[in-house]
């Protein structure tokens, strides 16, 4: 069953605690994305990867670190340098580097600062 | 700089048809998308249109694009409970490096 699997479904930070959100997939997908989401805000663009071992800094990257190892997996390590970590955080991939390939999203990470 | 606005709400009766606008600043795009998002759950494609498109039609759904107004619409026949959603709209930005969603319209329909 091919698809875009995130984990884990709801994340608990502490203050000064770095968390890392993790994204795979399984489509042969080419390229990767990380967005959060805020309540009426939409969706912004955190950090992208086109290809293996390379990645671009988003709209909203500050507090915020990536890796792309594999092609199947891209997580996301939200920083204590961000300091309004609480949002759904959403991964998707799409076919190629191009981004004009359709996008396919994940179910999402809820995070939660204690 | 780039924008896509939507209205943030809509609410219809079961039954009627729903129309959600979207509009966009500079684009790049080829395809424009909409998304649409269940409560708690990930974006999922719905339908796209090709830039050199007015009209692109699939069973319920019908996208309209005005390329010169920049206004792109998602018309919903027979609007349906389980239809109530999140719907994005999105497009290239100008780099064509990434896709910039609207805020995303909420659908509420009752029965």
């Known amino acids: 069953d091919g698809g875009i699997t995130q984990s884990p479904k709801y994340l608990f930070r502490k203050e000064g605690q770095n968390v890392t959100l993790s994204c795979e997939q399984n489509?042969?997908?080419?390229?990767m994305y990380w967005y959060r989401q805020d309540p009426g805000q939409g969706l912004r663009l955190i950090y992208y990867s086109q290809i293996v071992n390379d990645f671009q800094k988003g709209d909203i990257a500050e507090g915020y670190s990536v890796s792309r190892e594999k092609k199947e997996s891209f997580p996301l390590t939200v920083t204590s340098a961000q300091k309004n970590p609480t949002a759904f955080y959403l991964c998707?991939?799409?076919?190629?580097?191009?981004?004009?390939?359709?996008?396919?999203f994940g179910p999402g990470t809820r995070l939660l600062v204690l | 700089g780039e924008d896509v606005e939507q209205s943030l709400f809509l609410s219809v009766r079961e039954g009627d048809s729903s129309v959600i606008n979207c509009t966009y600043t500079?684009?790049?795009?080829?395809?424009l998308y909409w998304y649409k998002q269940e409560p708690g759950a990930g974006l999922q494609l719905l339908t796209y249109i090709f830039s050199n498109m007015d009209m692109k039609q699939d069973q319920r759904l019908t996208v309209l694009l005005n390329k010169k107004d920049k206004h792109l619409s998602l018309r919903i026949a027979d609007t349906q409970t389980g239809d109530s959603a999140i719907y994005f709209c999105?497009?290239?930005?100008?780099?064509?490096?990434?896709?910039?969603f609207g805020k995303g319209t909420t659908l509420s329909v009752s029965s």
């Open positions: 998707a991939s799409s076919p190629a580097r191009d981004t004009e390939e359709t996008q396919y």
């Open positions: 999105a497009v290239l930005n100008q780099a064509g490096t990434a896709l910039i």
């Open positions: 489509l042969n997908h080419d390229a």
């Open positions: 500079d684009s790049s795009s080829t395809y």
